[in-house]
């Protein structure tokens, strides 16, 4: 089955800077892809659906100031959290619609912690 | 509001015993439904899904779920536990006309298996 990759995996970051997290789709053309957040022992999240070579759609209670969302190509889409916090600290999982097969594919994905 | 129920947060088999995880929807108009499965630190794996043609899926792994309109549900099953299918499991929804990654997931269900 097609192929979601996140990176990375694990970030650790100093509270303040920005981190980036890369979502691709490695065996196919992915025109849409989601981003979610996963708190402990909690359900998902849907943060925004980020659209390629448009503004990224947030869902109510998103900060789109602080969650970055660029589609630039068919293939990636980037999170950046911008000036973390420790109450960033989430697993944030990406997926990416396969528009042919109709299937959702999800990401590994990565686990940020703000010290 | 639209939402996703899935009765115990916890379930606990014996190898080779019946699994049975539930999942309730509250809607009127019968949405499509998933079945994800998620090991430790990893993103989701789809098990099955429902899109309104048989009301008995087969999925991967042995799992298979019922889809019954009359009482909302759509459980997940599986004749005989293995020890790989500890993980946590989620039931998710999408509801018509709704964004091809907009789920609504369940708060989740942690399967283990004991020897």
């Known amino acids: 089955g097609a ?6 995996s694990r970030v650790i970051c100093k509270s303040g800077t920005s981190v980036k997290i890369e979502c691709r789709s490695l065996d196919f053309q992915a ?11 909690k359900s998902l999240m849907l943060m925004a659906t980020s659209n390629e070579g448009s503004k990224a759609t947030y869902e109510q209670g998103v900060e789109k100031d602080k969650f970055l969302i660029n589609h630039a190509s068919l293939t990636l ?11 960033d600290s989430s697993f944030y999982i990406c997926s ?4 042919p097969t109709g299937e959702l594919f999800f990401g590994e994905g990565s686990r940020l912690t703000v010290l | 509001a639209q939402s996703v129920t899935q009765l115990g947060s916890h379930v606990s088999v014996s190898e ?6 539930r999942c309730n929807y509250s809607s009127s108009v019968p949405p499509y439904l998933f079945w994800y499965v998620q090991y430790p630190n990893q993103g989701l794996q789809l098990l099955l899904k429902y899109t309104s043609a048989a009301t008995l899926v087969k999925g991967i792994n042995g799992f298979e779920a019922e889809f019954k309109k009359s009482e909302t549900s759509f459980h997940l099953t599986k004749p005989s536990a293995h020890m790989s299918d500890a993980a946590e499991y989620f ?6 006309g709704g964004s091809q990654g907009n789920l609504i997931f369940g708060k989740g269900t942690k399967l283990s298996v004991k020897p």
């Open chain 2, 16 to 21: 080779g015993a019946l699994v049975l995880l």
């Open chain 1, 3 to 8: 192929v979601v990759s996140q990176h990375p």
């Open chain 1, 31 to 41: 025109t849409t892809m989601f981003w979610y957040r996963q708190f402990p022992k």
């Open chain 1, 77 to 87: 889409s980037t999170l950046t959290v911008t000036s973390a916090h420790p109450e």
């Open chain 1, 96 to 99: 990416a619609w396969d528009g």
């Open chain 2, 91 to 96: 039931c998710a929804v999408r509801w018509y």
